[in-house]
């Protein structure tokens, strides 16, 4: 593992855990102070925005002092446990941990809600964008940045993960908090808050992976206040909960969402797919058919196989497919990878679908299968529904959602027969993908899903 680290051999300082990681939640300890390891036994379990990682001790020796406790979000370069006659000050007290004050916790969520992180991974991670080792920033305040005539490469940040804000960039300019003034004016005199008006009671959330409970008790908040009846559950936003909410507001504030929608006749698929399970004796859902004709139409569509370079404004077409596949966890979302599923049939897809799957569902997938999707596709129909309209998986440029199969009416050749139907809603980012495009697309997989004996072999 790569990270900084400590002058004092008995600090344990927290490295990088994956490529781009900046901290990780502390899920256990499997030490307590005072117990002896071994080289390369393990310490702590910790979960990234990527896995779930077991860090090793680097050396034997005796634990001294445990820096945090399950459910902490702990910063790399920062100390993680010590050894026995480590971490301790000048008189040989232990050193206490600072904790953060109630403002500084404020001011860093508040920087955390105006910056958050990118959608999967950074762009560094991505097939064919590399950081380059510049500071991270967003578009927004680099163009603050060039107004004020400020270095960026020279202000410190102090948004998520070293992020610089448009609160550094002002205090870099002089400006401090706001945009610079011509002529200073007085404060105005403060004006009486009105005094607060009850509320209606909120009803109790029926959510089932609800984690606190604390008494009935007047809940104030800056917008609101409100007096709920009963308990109130409190679920704290943390590992890939807060990843998932991060990616995706990054996508809806970047990516110019539009979707287009239809439905394929999978009725002689539907037959073909019963043929080929009963030959090869594997299970095989309608999923991996999509998947094989999502490869073929990309290779006639190459903007919607893309990535948005926001930071180069550029978009970069890649010649392979890697297709995610977003999978429902007891953690949440997980979108794990296909490397180069156009060189796939449908069969070799289908395992994959199924490995992918158990190991997302058990937190034993690698870290780099987590990330480098050039297009997505969602199941959403293995639970309900039809149609939809996802949300990109940023910075790619498109994602195709699957809904629930189901008989249906058609009207072929002046005939009206029942036919199995598969609700098709792919959604695309206007920056890269105009809605010509996008429809012609998800009338080629359509098509190709009528003609299920071509898919069995790679798309190459």
Not at 268 to 290: C, H, M, Q, T, W
Request: glycine share 10%; aromatic share 4%.
């Amino acid at each position: 593992m790569a990270g900084n680290t400590s002058t004092d051999p008995n600090v344990f300082i927290l490295p990088d855990l994956g490529e781009g990681v900046h901290e990780a939640e502390l899920i256990s300890w499997k030490v307590q102070p005072g117990e002896t390891v071994e080289e390369h036994q393990t310490v702590a379990e910790m979960e990234t925005d990527k896995a779930l990682v077991e860090v090793p001790s680097p050396r034997a020796g005796v634990i001294g002092r445990l820096c945090g406790e399950p459910g902490d979000i702990l910063k790399v370069g920062e100390p993680a446990w010590t050894y026995e006659g480590g971490g301790e000050s000048a008189n040989g007290a232990a050193a206490p941990t600072q904790q953060p004050s109630r403002t500084e916790e404020a001011e860093t969520a508040e920087e955390e809600r105006e910056d958050a992180g990118t959608v999967v991974g950074s762009l560094s991670e991505m097939p064919g964008v590399s950081g380059g080792g510049k500071v991270l920033a967003t578009p927004a305040v680099r163009r603050l940045a060039r107004d004020l005539g400020v270095d960026i490469n020279g202000v410190k940040g102090t948004g998520l993960a070293g992020r610089v804000t448009d609160r550094d960039v002002r205090a870099a300019s002089g400006g401090g908090g706001g945009a610079p003034a011509a002529h200073a004016q007085p404060a105005p005199e403060p004006k009486p808050e009105p005094a607060p008006q009850p509320q209606p009671a909120a009803r109790r959330s029926p959510s089932a992976d609800l984690a606190t409970t604390v008494p009935s008790q007047e809940v104030v908040s800056s917008h609101t206040r409100l007096v709920p009846q009963g308990d109130t559950q409190i679920v704290p936003v943390r590992g890939l909960r807060r990843t998932i909410g991060q990616r995706l507001r990054e996508s809806v504030d970047r990516a110019v969402h539009f979707s287009v929608m239809d439905e394929a006749d999978v009725s002689e698929l539907d037959n073909v797919r019963k043929r080929l399970a009963a030959a090869s004796g594997e299970k095989i859902s309608y999923l991996p058919f999509v998947a094989s004709a999502v490869c073929r139409a990309l290779k006639e569509f190459p903007m919607l196989n893309a990535h948005v370079d926001d930071e180069q404004e550029q978009i970069l077409r890649y010649a392979y497919v890697h297709m995610g596949i977003a999978t429902d966890t007891e953690q949440g979302l997980s979108v794990p990878v296909i490397p180069n599923a156009d060189a796939l049939g449908v069969l070799e897809i289908g395992r994959h679908v199924s490995e992918l799957a158990r190991m997302a569902r058990d937190r034993s997938i690698p870290r780099e299968r987590l990330s480098g999707s050039t297009f997505t596709i969602s199941n959403v129909g293995s639970y309900a529904g039809r149609f939809a309209t996802p949300i990109i998986n940023y910075p790619e440029v498109g994602i195709l959602a699957v809904g629930r199969v189901h008989e249906g009416v058609v009207a072929d050749r002046g005939a009206i027969r029942i036919a199995k139907l598969i609700p098709l809603s792919l959604t695309c980012d206007h920056r890269s993908v105009d809605g010509a495009d996008a429809a012609r697309c998800l009338a080629l997989i359509i098509d190709l899903l009528k003609r299920p004996e071509e898919l069995l072999t790679p798309a190459r």
